[in-house]
């Protein structure tokens, strides 16, 4: 079976904010480097912290992220 891989549209919807990795981290409650990580594919969130980034941008969680 193949693995599911997870992408996302981090970098589009926060730079669409105007905010910078810092600004969305502190907004969100985690460090800069685990944006960066995720907006690089080299770490996936958790589910609640995936919810809590499209609260935060103001999109659809299915807009953020997808397989």
Same mark, same amino acid.
Do not use: C, W
């Given at each position: ?28 409650g985690v460090s800069r ?5 995720? @907006?690089?594919?080299? =770490? ?16 659809? =969680? @299915? @807009?953020? =992220?997808? =397989?």
């Amino acid at each position: 079976m193949d693995q599911l891989t997870l992408h996302t549209h981090l970098k589009q919807a926060r730079t669409a904010q105007g905010l910078s990795q810092q600004a969305l981290a502190d907004l969100v409650g985690v460090s800069r480097n685990t944006i960066s990580s995720i @907006e690089t594919g080299q =770490f996936s969130p958790t589910a609640k912290l995936a919810l809590v980034l499209s609260v935060a941008l103001d999109v659809s =969680f @299915e @807009e953020l =992220f997808y =397989f």
